[in-house]
């Protein structure tokens, strides 16, 4: 993909996908974020009479206009109207998520979230070894942790500059990484830490900053509150789940970059306020286990292939774009 690599987009037609799943024999296809490949594998479910289950997690419209491609937004969100009512059902990650597919027209549309690992993400991993390496004595980490893409509005964390006793932590990389250090000289920057050294970082982390107004869930945030560590994020996208503003951190109003930074002096700078936010984050995420959200998958599988959607039972191009009906035909 330009301008980021590592995103790649996969070659390949309807008749390869439709080859691969008529030798597999499925009950029911899984699309993960279907766009590109997950719009060629939905038209192979109708081949077959296979059910699908489409998962929206990416808000590909917006970011479509966040990387330059103004004017697109509208014919995109049509492209994802299609996929996902062609599909036997959809699910999405956030209440908010759910009522954005229905404004478009998405008609059957269910709630799945994500666990979170309470167990690697516990507030017992904090590092103070770790924190002397990055602090001095006294100074509160405000963190960050994702890709450093134009998506995840980074930049936004300048407004944090000057906050006294605090220093800024970067964990992650992306495309976005040289200019945000020349952003942000005085930050530190991790690059991409996993596993084990994630759950450090984070639980050695005193606030996360998540400035991302795109985000359909933000699975980062379940891991700060899961290591005890308030959030403060914008009212918008899955943040309007995880965040109980004032109980767990704090929503700011999307864009309200004096609000993000008053929210955050005041939680730097109140250690018990910030302590007992961090308690209570955890304690709200703490059942929140993988095995009871693939539990709920696994219910999401058997109601599609109960009662697959008529498309499957029959193709109809009606609202397809043109060249998907010319590459079906």
């Known amino acids: 993909m330009p301008k980021y690599r590592k995103v790649r987009v996969a070659p390949g037609g309807v008749a390869r996908i439709r080859r691969l799943l008529s030798d597999l024999d499925p009950d029911v296809v899984h699309l993960a974020s279907p766009f590109v490949l997950g719009w060629r594998a939905v038209l192979a479910c109708q081949d077959l009479g296979l059910p ?98 134009v998506e995840k509005q980074v930049e936004d964390l300048v407004a944090l500059a000057g906050i006294p006793n605090t220093r800024l932590v970067i964990v992650g990389e992306g495309p976005q990484a040289p200019r945000l250090k020349q952003l942000l000289p005085d930050a530190h920057f991790t690059g991409f830490l996993g596993g084990d050294a994630l759950a450090r970082a984070v639980a050695s982390f005193d606030v996360m900053v998540s400035p991302g107004e795109l985000e359909t869930f933000c699975q980062t945030i379940q891991e700060a509150m899961a290591s005890a560590v308030p959030v403060v994020a914008p009212a918008r996208g899955g943040p309007l789940d995880l965040v109980n503003s004032s109980h767990t951190g704090w929503l700011y109003a999307p864009k309200d970059l004096a609000g ?70």
Request: glycine share 8%.
């Open 52 to 149: 699908s289950v489409a998962v929206y997690q990416t808000e590909v419209p917006a970011y479509a206009a966040r990387y330059g491609m103004h004017g697109l937004e509208q014919a995109l969100w049509t492209h994802v109207k299609n996929i996902h009512q062609h599909a036997s059902l959809t699910l999405a990650p956030s209440s908010y998520t759910i009522d954005q597919l229905r404004a478009q027209g998405v008609q059957d549309v269910r709630l799945w979230a994500r666990g979170v690992d309470s167990s690697r993400f516990d507030p017992r991993h904090r590092s103070e070894e770790w924190r002397r390496r990055i602090v001095r004595p006294g100074e509160k980490i405000i963190g960050f942790v994702g890709r450093l893409a």
């Open 260 to 329: 993000m930074r008053s929210y955050v002096q005041d939680l730097t700078g109140d250690d018990a306020k910030r302590r007992a936010m961090g308690r209570t984050a955890r304690e709200t995420v703490r059942g929140r286990c993988w095995k009871s959200v693939c539990s709920q998958l696994i219910g999401h599988y058997a109601a599609a292939i109960e009662n697959p959607a008529p498309q499957v039972l029959g193709r109809s191009l009606t609202g397809f774009p043109r060249w998907a009906q010319d590459r079906v035909g």
